[in-house]
């Protein structure tokens, strides 16, 4: 399908752009087989009776919920290089140091 000189003058006007007349004569082409490769969607197939239920043909694996030992503050807060109170102090990461 080819569009017409308006039609792609339309829609270059909707995009913003200047389009020299060369262009136009392109784009007429170019745009006109887009429009016919989305067409094609419409001669797809979509109608089943089966019903989707999970596109997944792996089930899920669930594990037990358990409760575990973690780590304390005081323990984990040793480790830690820098720090106010309770708090990690780390490096801003908006932080511009090359000035």
């Given at each position: 399908m080819k569009l017409s000189k308006e039609e792609v003058k339309h829609v270059a006007h909707l995009a913003h752009l200047d389009l020299s007349e060369e262009e136009i004569?392109?784009?007429q082409d170019t745009l006109g087989e887009l429009i016919d490769d989305i067409n094609k969607i419409d001669d797809i197939n979509i109608t089943t009776d089966e019903e989707l239920?999970?596109?997944n043909p792996n089930p899920i694996k669930y594990r037990?919920?358990?409760?575990?030992?973690v780590v304390q503050i005081d323990e984990l807060?040793?480790?830690v290089p820098k720090k106010k109170g309770s708090f990690i102090e780390v490096s801003g990461a908006m932080i511009n140091d090359e000035n």
């Open positions: 004569s392109k784009y239920v999970f596109v037990e919920d358990k409760v575990e030992d807060m040793k480790n």
